[in-house]
């Protein structure tokens, strides 16, 4: 376990977060963002954020428990020192990610850019993002008309350019809608 000095939330994204102890040997209760959900133990360490506080973990074991994860880290031998963690965010450092084809894009890297019309009317900023089975769906907020939008994400059809040096997303959107 190790304790990162001076590190920029700007570069890690949340994989998960820790939501409780597991046993009395110090295991976890895993809440996975990842899809599969089983991707979050794909990374040997964690870095671990509680209180504002990051700490490097490496992960000993994890698996499958039942819906959810559950998973042991390096240093975290029991109930008590797992019942410390409760709560406590999962980070990555985006470097460590997979690179992505150059159409695909990570959730983290869509939300923030302003989004505009293919005629170049503002819609607001992707907010947030999330998961309807049939397709993802983007949450735009921040328009000049007060409007909070939800755009299906649908390239080629809804998602016509990302431009996330620009950082601006143009789509096929009828701003009265």
Do not use: C
């Not at 009395?24 to 360490?45: C, F, N």
């Amino acid at each position: 376990m190790t304790s990162p000095q001076g590190r920029d939330k700007a570069q890690h994204v949340v994989l998960g977060k820790l939501t409780s102890s597991y046993g009395v040997k110090g295991w976890l209760k895993v809440y996975s963002y990842t899809s599969p959900m089983e991707g979050i133990l794909d990374y040997p360490e964690w870095w671990v954020r509680l209180d504002g506080q990051v700490r490097v973990y490496r992960l000993t074991q994890g698996r499958r428990h039942g819906k959810g994860l559950v998973a042991n880290l390096d240093g975290v031998n029991d109930r008590d020192a797992a019942e410390r963690l409760a709560g406590a965010e999962i980070l990555l450092p985006k470097s460590a990610l997979p690179e992505l084809p150059a159409d695909e894009y990570y959730w983290y890297q869509l939300e923030g850019l302003e989004v505009v019309t293919a005629e170049g009317q503002a819609l607001g900023r992707v907010a947030s993002l999330f998961e309807t089975g049939a397709n993802d769906v983007m949450v735009v907020r921040g328009a000049a008309d007060g409007k909070e939008r939800l755009l299906p994400f649908l390239p080629d059809e809804v998602i016509l350019d990302v431009d996330l040096d620009a950082g601006r997303m143009t789509v096929a959107w009828d701003p009265d809608f």
